[in-house]
């Protein structure tokens, strides 16, 4: 199966703030994204993404894309719209277990990664005939490239995915290859 991962335009929200889950708008339109992208992606293409907006409205400008809520970002809880220079020593309990951690109302990497990987298994379980598209955010990309591409979990956050840029993984029976990164 061809996989393209793409990662969300710039979302329109002032540096430093976390955003995680929720909906914000977009800093490039998605349609300009869309147009620089396609000549990437195959001719046809079964297309799935979030229902962020943020991801959704790119998803929308490339075709008929099928939502599924286990592709949104981390839920970050209490910390959503908050700038992280205000969060203080909770940042410090974040990167002594950026895996672990849970923001108060909200889901660890781990959580995020099973629900992903969740959609993932269901994918790969339905041997789609065509290649397929995601349209999501770095931590639900990070989780599926990193799992198939077999490395630790602890490894994943090493995985940059760029906005509005799309990754080609080709997963095959006896493996994965990384065809290109964020092109």
């Known amino acids: ?73 981390i839920h970050f809880g209490e910390w959503e719209g908050q700038l992280f220079a205000e969060l203080g020593g909770a940042l410090d309990e974040w990167a002594t277990d950026p895996l672990g951690f849970r923001a108060p109302g909200g889901e660890s990497a781990r959580e995020m990664s099973i629900r992903v990987l969740h959609w993932l298994d269901a994918l790969l379980a339905s041997a789609p005939p065509r290649p397929v598209v995601v349209v999501a955010h770095g931590g639900p990309l990070r989780a599926i490239a990193g799992h198939l591409l077999g490395l630790p979990a602890e490894r994943w956050l090493g995985l940059d995915f760029e906005c509005g840029h799309v990754t080609r993984l080709d997963v095959e029976n006896w493996g994965v290859v990384l065809k290109w990164f964020n092109r």
């Open 1 to 73: 199966m061809e996989l393209h991962l793409i990662r969300h335009p710039r979302p329109d929200v002032p540096a430093g703030v976390c955003y995680g889950q929720r909906d914000v708008g977009l800093a490039e339109p998605a349609a300009t994204v869309a147009a620089r992208l396609r000549p990437l992606l195959p001719p046809q293409f079964e297309l799935h993404a979030s229902p962020l907006a943020r991801a959704r409205l790119l998803a929308e400008a490339l075709g008929e894309p099928r939502l599924d809520a286990r592709l949104k970002e």
